[in-house]
Nanobody, 115 residues
Framework: QVYLVESGGGLVQPGGSLRLSCAAS????????MSWYRQAPGKERELVAA????????NYADSVKGRFTISRDNAKNTAYLQMNSLKPEDTAVYYC????????WGQGTQVTVSS
């Protein structure tokens, strides 16, 4: 069975930080590009950040550049998203994605930024 399990979401005040984790199992994690997407109510799912298989390259949505950092630990089969200086507009369900020939998705974790 293939699993992607996100964790680390929650309620945080504006300016705060959260670290999301995505634990993978059932496939060869190190061969997949890992990404984080998010979907806010009434909006389409959007790419937030991605990291290559060997973590030698990353890319970010303009809206999160300088605030979010994506990383991965292939020894632990886990990807991370460090989110700093959070804003109310970052509120969304955050999804982990693994991509090679197919797309694999987690169930999502809610992030709410509110005072």
């Amino acid at each position: 069975q293939v699993y992607l399990v996100e964790s680390g979401g929650g309620l945080v005040q504006p300016g705060g930080s959260l670290r999301l984790s995505c634990a993978a199992s059932g496939f060869t994690f190190s061969k997949y590009v890992m990404s984080w997407y998010r979907q806010a109510p009434g909006k389409e799912r959007e790419l937030v950040a991605a990291v290559t298989k060997d973590a030698d390259s990353t890319n970010y949505a303009d809206s999160v550049k300088g605030r979010f950092t994506i990383s991965r630990d292939n020894a632990k089969n886990t990807a991370y998203l460090q989110m700093n200086s959070l804003k109310p507009e970052d509120t969304a369900v955050y999804y982990c994605n693994a991509r090679r020939l197919v797309n694999l998705w987690g169930q999502g974790t809610q992030v709410t930024v509110s005072s």
